[in-house]
């Protein structure tokens, strides 16, 4: 049978618990990490590890996982305290128990791999030296526990710290054929705690333009005194959750308008507002506002933008009026409208008229003798020898 006996073989201060905060960055399952450590200490002890909860301003909480790391580092002295020679294995074990709110005791358990031991009877003195004993060092381990939480949350979220007991205990564990032993071991442990916050994170971004221009400073474009200013704002939900509610505002004043008031994750939207330049030098800022759905923190962006109005150039004069040219002639048709002509030209053209109607008239004049009786022309018409016929 073997019977254990402990004895403490050093002792180590105890350091205080450290805390470290690590923040993800957005993603589409935004994750807050926040760490607690107790450094190697002589077991057995109880000692509460400490994180700062889920500051509800950063989104909806939706899940917590927790993560309890052990690492062991020991020894084991053995002595055979039979008359007869005896084999044991022996290994350390260490476990770290931890609770926290909405869960009961998780083991983080590290057993050290077994070492092997002959014994020779026992020599008539307790020593741990000999043959009749043996020691073992440098037997390290590491355990890990976890639990994931979905529900029951409330404690978890706040600006404070939420609190995690844990209990940690070494002890030995051994096998033989038969035989006393006496045992003495020594044992540091370190505790490693990992809290991470899962949550919805809304955002939103607003980027502001004047006339097409992206003038986060100042000046921006030059646009005449008088003439039209558009401004647009092109509103993103950059967060992972849809967005109702949204609404953007000028702080001059300017009507700004939005095809419409929520967002789904990733999508975008164009908000347009109209003015007239004034002078000098001009800024304003865009501000959007949005509230996650179903529930959230509201969310908010601003961007600003500028323009200087400047003296428009000035007008210029119309030119003088031009006499109209001479109409376009088609090749094949009369030219038309008036020209004025010098007086001889005018009497040349009327008397080429008056000749050509002369012409007109005899043609007509010999179309229609051609219809009469040819007989009946030779009367009436005289001949060329007619001693009658004027010469």
């Known amino acids: 049978m073997l019977t254990k ?11 205080a618990v450290a805390a470290v ?32 909860q889920f500051d509800p301003s950063q989104g909806a909480l939706v899940g917590v996982d927790i993560t309890a790391t ?16 005896i084999t044991v294995t022996l290994n350390l074990v260490t476990t770290s128990a931890l609770t926290g709110p909405g869960f009961g005791p998780v083991n983080a358990e590290a057993t050290t791999e077994g070492q092997e031991a002959d014994l020779d009877a026992n020599d008539g003195t307790q020593n741990f030296n000999g043959p009749d004993s043996a020691l073992f060092t440098g037997l390290t381990a590491t355990g890990t526990a976890s639990v994931s939480l979905a529900s029951n949350l ?22 033989g054929p038969g035989g006393n032993v006496l045992v003495r071991f020594a044992n540091v442990a370190a505790v490693d ?13 607003i980027e502001k333009a004047t006339n097409g221009v992206d003038a986060d ?16 704002y092109v509103v993103t939900n950059t967060g992972d959750q849809d967005l109702g509610d949204v609404a953007v505002t000028d702080d001059q004043g300017v009507a700004v308008t939005c095809p419409q008031n929520t967002l789904a994750v990733g999508e975008s939207m164009t908000c347009t507002a109209t003015g007239v330049a004034e002078e000098g030098q001009y800024a304003n800022v865009g501000t959007t506002t949005g509230q996650p759905l179903p529930d959230g923190p509201t969310v908010t962006d601003s961007d600003p933008s500028h323009y200087i109005g400047v003296q428009g150039p000035p007008p210029t004069s119309a030119p003088p009026p031009t006499a109209p040219g001479p109409p376009p002639t088609t090749p094949g048709l009369p030219r038309t409208g008036s020209t004025s002509l010098p007086l001889g030209v005018v009497g040349t053209v009327v008397g080429l008229l008056g ?5 007109a ?11 009469r009786d040819v007989d009946a022309l030779a009367k009436e018409l005289p001949t060329w020898n007619d001693p009658g016929r004027p010469r």
């Open 5 to 15: 006996r402990r004895m403490a073989a050093a002792t180590f201060p105890l350091l």
């Open 21 to 52: 905060v690590v923040m993800a960055p957005p993603a589409a399952a935004a994750e807050q990490t926040e760490t607690a450590s107790i450094p190697p200490t002589v077991t057995d002890f109880a000692q509460p590890l400490t994180v700062p």
């Open 70 to 85: 052990v690492n062991t580092e020991g020894s084991i002295a053995v002595e055979n305290t039979s008359q007869a020679p």
């Open 154 to 175: 409330a404690p978890y979220i706040g600006t404070g710290n939420v609190a995690f007991p844990l209990n940690t205990t070494t002890t030995f564990s051994g096998a």
């Open 217 to 232: 400073e100042p000046p921006g474009p030059e646009i005449a005194i008088g003439a039209p200013v558009e401004w647009t």
């Open 361 to 371: 008239a005899r043609k007509l004049a010999w179309s229609l003798l051609v219809d």
């Open 193 to 205: 705690l990992t809290v991470v916050y899962r949550f919805q994170a809304p955002g939103i971004d």
């Open 355 to 359: 000749i050509w109607g002369m012409l």
